[in-house]
């Protein structure tokens, strides 16, 4: 099955198995109060004008949170996000910047199965599986930084820079990472930071700057906070 004429196959690492991937070029995935913030002064992405984005940079400044997938629309649409402050895990982390995310997802594991999954990527533009360019940034960039919490702790989470239509690229697209980092965590309630080493990957455009991915073994509501996402030097 697809969602809006979409399936796409690959692997987002040990917490997902390889499978066959619906993903959903939604703008509102489950509920959604995200609004994308202003550009910063002389960013948003890179045209003749501007040219490629600089390093450091923020990833809620330059991608955005529209790439929900799962293992079936329910999940997929199950998936709900707010960028509101005031949902966030309070305090945010000693100097944090850009947007503040609360995810929670409901699982439904379906008939015959023993888990389901759901993720997000943030893409540019929104909604990019590889039918447009993606974000023309500089080199250099040696790895992303994020702080990350769970509402309960113990979420297992898998984190994502790049890796959209990489492995198993759809002939009728013209546009994929050049490459794919991840790293698997274990949330607790208070705030940690993390880091996802890019070990020297090449890119050009990139379409997606950042992603999460959960398999549940059980229905139990999940939810978690990420904040202060960013592409460093």
């Not at 910047?97 to 533009?125: M, R």
Request: aromatic share 10%.
């Amino acid at each position: 099955m697809a969602v809006d004429g979409l399936a796409r196959r690959f692997t987002t690492a040990s917490a997902v198995a390889t499978m066959g991937l619906l993903v959903c070029a939604c703008e509102a995935p489950g509920t959604n109060d995200y609004n994308p913030p202003p550009l910063p002064e002389g960013g948003g992405g890179a045209d003749a004008s501007t040219g490629p984005v600089s390093l450091p940079f923020l990833v809620s400044e330059q991608f955005e949170p529209t790439g929900a997938m799962g293992d079936s629309p329910t999940n997929i649409m199950g998936v709900s996000i707010s960028s509101d402050s005031s949902q966030c895990l309070q305090p945010r982390v000693t100097g944090a910047q850009g947007t503040c995310f609360t995810f929670a997802w409901k699982p439904v594991i379906l008939t015959g199965q023993t888990s389901a999954w759901a993720g997000l990527y943030w893409q540019y533009p929104g909604g990019n599986w590889g039918t447009s360019p993606g974000l023309p940034i500089k080199p250099g960039a040696t790895r992303v930084t994020f702080a990350a919490a769970g509402v309960q702790g113990g979420e297992q989470v898998q984190f994502i820079v790049g890796g959209i239509n990489t492995t198993a690229s759809d002939a009728g697209l013209a546009y994929a990472d050049t490459f794919k980092a991840t790293k698997l965590v274990t949330l607790t309630k208070a705030w940690q930071t993390f880091e996802i080493p890019l070990n020297g990957a090449k890119y050009t455009d990139v379409l997606g700057g950042f992603a999460w991915a959960i398999t549940a073994g059980g229905t139990g509501r999940l939810s978690f906070y990420v904040d202060d996402i960013e592409w460093q030097p």
